[in-house]
Antibody, heavy 123, light 107 residues
Framework: EVQLVESGGGLVQPGRSLRLSCAAS????????MHWVRQVPGKGLEWVSG????????GYADSVKGRFTISRDNAKNSLYLQMNSLRAEDTALYYC????????????????WGQGTMVTVSS | AIQLTQSPSSLSASVGDRVTITCRAS??????LAWYQQKPGKVPKLLIY???SLERGVPSRFSGSGSGTDFTLTISSLQPEDFATYYC?????????FGPGTKVDIK
């Protein structure tokens, strides 16, 4: 079964850090751009960050730029999101998602999504 | 960042109705637009990519059109399983952005 499985979420105090992981199974992600998207329960989708297949290109939402870092380890078939200086407004369900086209830099739609991992930032 | 607006924000429709949702970008995004469907408690599902290409496995009653700044998602004959929230997304530039969503519910 093709799937993306996120982990690493939890309850964290404001100002602290958290690292999310996304492990792919049933597919190899090394040829595809990967992204993080978040969603406050009951609200809309917010794109957070994306990384090209070879890590040569990365992008961030203005709301997380300078605080979050996206990375990937193609040998481990995994994607990561290092989140520093967390704020209450970062509380959300975080999804990882795979880019549609092989060899793209991240400028394509997302065809496979994980189930998400919940991050709660609160004292 | 490119802003996306969707209209309407919600609509009520009956099974069999033709439904049209529009998405407008704050600047030209060529055809770099996707549409997703999300049901409560579920993961978003890709319906349309590159503005008008139907994702594999998606019923043909879904179609997309447009380019530049104005885009449309059409459901030709609404089915019970189509009641959901629909989001447009631009991937022409970083940061990628999503529209605020259009909730389609039962009249």
């Amino acid at each position: 079964e093709v799937q993306l499985v996120e982990s690493g979420g939890g309850l964290v105090q404001p100002g602290r850090s958290l690292r999310l992981s996304c492990a792919a199974s049933g597919l190899t992600i090394d040829d595809y751009a990967m992204h993080w998207v978040r969603q406050v329960p009951g609200k809309g989708l917010e794109w957070v960050s994306g990384i090209s297949w070879n890590s040569g290109s990365r992008g961030y939402a203005d709301s997380v730029k300078g605080r979050f870092t996206i990375s990937r380890d193609n040998a481990k078939n995994s994607l990561y999101l290092q989140m520093n200086s967390l704020r209450a407004e970062d509380t959300a369900l975080y999804y990882c998602a795979k880019g549609l086209y092989s060899g793209y830099d991240g400028y394509d739609a997302f065809d496979i999504w994980g189930q998400g991992t919940m991050v709660t930032v609160s004292s | 960042a490119i802003q996306l607006t969707q209209s309407p924000s919600s609509l009520s429709a009956s099974v069999g109705d033709r439904v049209t949702i529009t998405c407008r970008a704050s600047q030209d995004i060529t055809s770099a637009l996707a549409w997703y469907q999300q049901k409560p408690g579920k993961v978003p599902k890709l319906l349309i990519y590159d503005a008008s290409s139907l994702e594999r496995g998606v019923p043909s009653r879904f179609s997309g059109s447009g380019s530049g700044t104005d885009f449309t998602l059409t459901i030709s004959s609404l089915q019970p399983e189509d009641f959901a929230t629909y989001y447009c997304q631009q991937f022409n530039n970083y940061p990628h952005t999503f529209g605020p969503g259009t909730k389609v519910d039962i009249k």
